[in-house]
């Protein structure tokens, strides 16, 4: 059984939506787990540092989104860089912006609602 078979085989839940491939490239991003736990953490910066991935600010966040697991309908605005979620009655803006390249590219959460 290859690890990729293995992967497969053994996720579940919100992981079992998401390509192995993404799995595993974003458990080496210093980014939550999952909506669950982007929320629970509140207000808290992340970044994504990989030289495999190179792309604006926009790019950086569709990439923090879609690693994250984030549903479109929990999206409530989608400016590109900054993005406002809805989780319940609890509401959260992300902002991207550069870390200094490409490849280096950080978010912070700000809580609007509690």
């Known amino acids: 059984m290859t690890t990729e078979t293995q992967n497969q085989e ?3 839940g919100q992981d079992a939506q998401r390509p192995v ?10 980014i939550p787990e999952s909506v669950k736990e982007l929320f629970a953490n509140g207000e808290s910066s992340y ?3 990989d030289p495999y991935q190179s792309g604006d ?5 569709n990439l923090f989104l ?7 309908e929990m999206i409530v ?4 860089t900054q993005v406002t979620l809805k989780n319940g009655d ?13 490849h280096l590219h950080g978010f912070d959460v700000t809580v609007l609602d509690t």
Do not use: H, Q, W
Not at 66 to 72: I, S, T
Not at 90 to 102: A, E, H, M, T, Y
């Open 10 to 12: 053994t996720t579940t």
């Open 21 to 30: 491939e993404l799995i595993v490239m974003c458990d080496y991003y210093d």
């Open 47 to 49: 970044s994504i540092t």
């Open 77 to 80: 605005i989608d400016d590109g």
């Open 66 to 72: 879609e690693c994250v697991g984030v549903p479109d």
């Open 90 to 102: 609890k509401r959260i803006v992300i902002d991207s912006g550069g870390l200094g390249d490409f």
């Open 57 to 61: 600010n926009i790019f950086a966040m």
